[in-house]
């Protein structure tokens, strides 16, 4: 089976920092995928990680470790806009699976 | 690039009645599309992958008898809700993966179709 396990809330001040971490237990592995999803709308996506490190773009970085099973989406000089659910989902085969969220609340 | 429409993207219907969903890519052709459910707060569930040219792969637990899926074509995927009822209302939302012109690895979602049923 799948297990994904993101916090369920975070709420950060506008022009500050915030980490969310993601950790998960699958059978298989093919790649982490981080999505930003608007209340209402689709997800958009974000990031992906394959191999382990640091990938950078622009204010948002995600982070892989895969012998731990770990990841984090850091976003940075946080945006009212910013304000959503981020969703980290583990690809296993062909198919994605989605933690449940972390609704990310910024505050001016 | 990798746009994903879906039409319609509010269906208010009768308890039994059936309501179908179409999922397009519009600048890229997809092999494989997916259908996801949503409940409010709660986070996205595969329901099924759709093959162009072939039959869907059903998640545990989902009557395909009831979501009926057709991949007529690379770029249209189309999900049938039939006899829906009001335990069906839900977040519909498709995604698919570029094959062609450029390959990539990563899904991208259509706007999702919230259906109410009465």
């Known amino acids: 089976g799948q297990n994904i396990d993101q916090p369920t809330e975070m709420t950060a001040t506008e022009g500050a920092i915030v980490q969310i971490n993601c950790t998960y237990q699958?059978?298989?592995?093919?790649?982490l995928f981080w999505y930003q999803q608007h209340a209402g709308e689709a997800p958009t996506f974000l990031s992906y990680n394959v191999l382990d490190g640091l990938e950078e773009k622009g204010r948002f970085s995600s982070f892989l470790s895969r012998s731990k099973g770990y990841s984090y989406l850091l976003l940075k000089e946080l945006q009212m806009k910013d304000s959503a659910s981020y969703l980290c989902a583990v690809r296993s085969d062909y198919k994605l699976s989605f933690g449940a969220g972390t609704t990310v609340t910024v505050r001016a | 690039g990798a746009v994903v429409s879906q039409h319609p993207s509010w269906v208010i219907c009768k308890s039994g009645t059936s309501v179908k969903i179409e999922c397009r890519s519009l600048d890229f052709q997809a092999t494989t599309m997916f259908w996801y459910r949503q409940f409010p707060k709660q986070s996205l569930m595969l329901m099924a992958t759709s093959n162009e040219g072939s039959k869907a792969t059903y998640e545990q637990g989902v009557e395909k008898d009831k979501f009926l899926i057709n991949h007529a074509s690379l770029t249209l995927s189309t999900l049938t809700v039939t006899s829906a009822h009001p335990e069906d209302s839900s977040f519909y939302i498709c995604s698919a993966r570029p094959d062609r012109p450029n390959p990539t690895e990563t899904q991208y979602f259509g706007p999702g179709t919230r259906l109410l049923v009465l």
């Open positions: 699958t059978s298989g592995f093919n790649g």
